[in-house]
């Protein structure tokens, strides 16, 4: 059973996600996830996974749109109204600082440093949520098989990812047509 959790709780909660998750998907999703399953207990890692897979066929920003669900999930649409505006809010403001300054200081060699450093950290931090997600999500040596050819697929082939998605998902029927058995 899923706790509700207030709007305005929701909208202070993605607030915090939002000035403190810096490089994309997968450093917010860790934050997200020490957030509310860690420190809050409000959610469980399958959930946060569970959000990560049904928004990730859709067109747009998945990290804003595994916001908006799991607003949803904690606070019904109120929920999601605030813990999307709560979490767009402060990239919105940064990005229209930013845009400012960078356009001063864009060829000064210490700020392109800095830039340089900063996206090697963003990268290490993503390898740090992959790992983490796929440790949650991938319980089985098929599950194993079936991630690690999907990688390789994009990664050599440069298959469009939602081909590769619907293409694990018929494979995931296919390999257990019993689940589905026990659940009809």
Known sequence: MI?????WHLFRIFLRAGCLGFGGLGSV???????LVDRRRLLDAEQITEALTYTKL????????VV???GWKLGGWRGSAAAT???VLPAFVMMLLLSVAYARVKDVPMARAAIDGVNAAVTGLLAVAMYKLGASAVKTWVGFVIGATALSVVVFFRAPIVIVVVAAGLLGIWIHPARLRATA
């Open 3 to 7: 706790k509700r959790v207030s709007a």
């Open 68 to 70: 908006s669900y799991l």
């Open 85 to 87: 505006t709560a979490f």
């Open 29 to 35: 999703l860790v934050l997200i996830e020490r957030d």
């Open 58 to 65: 859709l067109p747009g920003s998945t990290v804003v749109q």
